[in-house]
Structure formats: C-alpha cells, structure tokens
T-cell receptor, first 114, second 112 residues
Framework: AAGVIQSPRHLIKEKRETATLKCYPIPRHDTVYWYQQGPGQDPQFLISFYEKMQSDKGSIPDRFSAQQFSDYHSELNMSSLELGDSALYFC?????????????FGPGTRLTVT | GESVGLHLPTLSVQEGDNSIINCAYSNSASDYFIWYKQESGKGPQFIIDIRSNMDKRQGQRVTVLLNKTVKHLSLQIAATQPGDSAVYFCAEREDSSYKLIFGSGTRLLVRP
C-alpha cells in the first residue's frame, strides 16, 4: 500500500541557512500534519492543513512556514536555522471521514544544523 | 497544559511473555487515543486506536484498554517477539482539532 513520502530523508544545513522539507500524503488523504521530534523526545505538533488551508497550529516558530498545494502535498519552509532545529521532522496524513481518522506517518526527514 | 505521559521509560520482557505499557492522560476532552510504535530512525507506526466511548479494543496480538475514570490507557502485547522491540508512544486527540498530543515514549526491550 502507498505510504506517506517525505523528502529529503536527510538534510545537513548550517546555522542561518534555509531548508525546505516536502511531504506527499497517501493518495486520497486530504489532511497533512507536521511534527518535530528532538533527540529522545516525543513528537511535537507543529502545524496542519486541510484542503490547502491551515487547520491548526502548534509550537511552530515564526521562522517556519508551511503550505499545502493543490495536489495535497505539503512543504515546510524553515529559515534562519538554529542548532536547536536539529531534529526529525515527520509528516502525517489523514483522510477525513474515516472511521477513526487515524494519522499515518512518513519516514521523516532528519535535519542536522551545524 | 494538557499532557500525556507514561509511567515507565523502559520495559524489559522475556520473549514469549506478555507486555503491558501504561499511559496516563490529563485532558478529559480527548475522545480518541492511539498507540504508535517507533523503531529507530523510522516514523511512528500506527498500532491500534480506541475511541472514548469504548473501554477495550483488540487487534492482532495487541489490546488497548481505556479507563476514563482514572484517565489511564494501556497497551497489552501478547507473546512478545524480538520484532516488538521499539519505543511505544501513546497519543491523544481532541475531536475538535485532530492534532495529536504525544506522551513520552516507553522503550520495550525483548530479551531472547
């Protein structure tokens, strides 16, 4: 079965650089969620989109922005990167109207800021 | 703010034994709970979920129990196998927002 695709899988950036993470949801899934997971920590919700509109916002820094496109893929843009931004970034997708509406996670992008 | 937490950070069990991973939640408005399994370097993998109007749900070798009175959630894994070794997270969701609030993970180690 098709899964959530994230690219790139690994990314190394220097402080103050920018990064763009991409997420391609499972076909027919219309909602995308972004999570950040620091080393040894639980995933923290950043932001979500439903039908290309921002649906919820969590602990996302002002330096970050995201959007969902007409094909439902989403991009997380990160600027002025800091060392503390080093983490795993997960995208999850969901199909509204499902029985329970569970979220399916992608493999993640490991961002390392040096 | 509301949070979901776990009692034990690491659980070590013998292969073939049953495992029980516990989780406490504090948001009484949460209506949906999920258990995820996360292997090293991979994304969380959905295991089983339960709605707040249920107290038990069974899957293949896994059972989730929900006690709303004491706001407690547990994951039972029958006949634990080496492939079950991973970090397990519980997560809660408010019906209104659908975002997930994760608890601190429990690492399950299966001894051969």
């Amino acid at each position: 079965a098709a899964g959530v695709i994230q690219s790139p899988r690994h990314l190394i950036k220097e402080k103050r650089e920018t990064a763009t993470l991409k997420c391609y949801p499972i076909p027919r899934h219309d909602t995308v969620y972004w999570y950040q997971q620091g080393p040894g920590q639980d995933p923290q919700f950043l932001i979500s989109f439903y039908e290309k509109m921002q649906s919820d916002k969590g602990s996302i820094p002002d330096r970050f922005s995201a959007q969902q496109f007409s094909d439902y893929h989403s991009e997380l843009n990160m600027s002025s990167l800091e060392l503390g931004d080093s983490a795993l970034y997960f995208c999850a997708s969901r199909q509204t109207g499902g029985e329970f509406g569970e979220q399916y996670f992608g493999p993640g992008t490991r961002l390392t800021v040096t | 703010g509301e949070s979901v937490g776990l009692h034990l950070p690491t659980l070590s069990v013998q292969e073939g034994d049953n495992s029980i991973i516990n989780c406490a939640y504090s948001n009484s408005a949460s209506d949906y709970f999920i258990w995820y399994k996360q292997e090293s370097g991979k994304g969380p993998q959905f295991i089983i979920d339960i709605r707040s109007n249920m107290d038990k749900r069974q899957g293949q070798r896994v059972t989730v129990l929900l006690n709303k009175t004491v706001k407690h959630l547990s994951l039972q894994i029958a006949a634990t196998q080496p492939g079950d070794s991973a970090v397990y997270f519980c997560a809660e969701r408010e019906d209104s927002s659908y975002k997930l609030i994760f608890g601190s993970g429990t690492r399950l180690l299966v001894r051969p």
